[in-house]
């Protein structure tokens, strides 16, 4: 799996987490938005990282 898709993963991983959170809280309770942003940031993060893959097909 490349960056790029581990990225895209962390992503829908943090909409699938968001969503499920909003969807199960009861009257009273917190959400915590620390974690889909977490989440939200490591993809951005591993989706603009280059591969060492990459790098070497580039250079030849």
């Given at each position: ?50 591969d060492k893959d990459e ?6």
């Open positions: 799996m490349t960056k790029k898709r581990a990225g895209m993963l962390m992503i829908l991983l943090a909409l699938l987490y968001t969503v499920v959170e909003l969807l199960t809280m009861e009257k009273g309770d917190f959400f915590n938005g620390f974690i889909p942003l977490g989440f939200i940031s490591v993809g951005i993060l591993w989706m603009r990282a280059r790098s070497i097909f580039k250079k030849k």
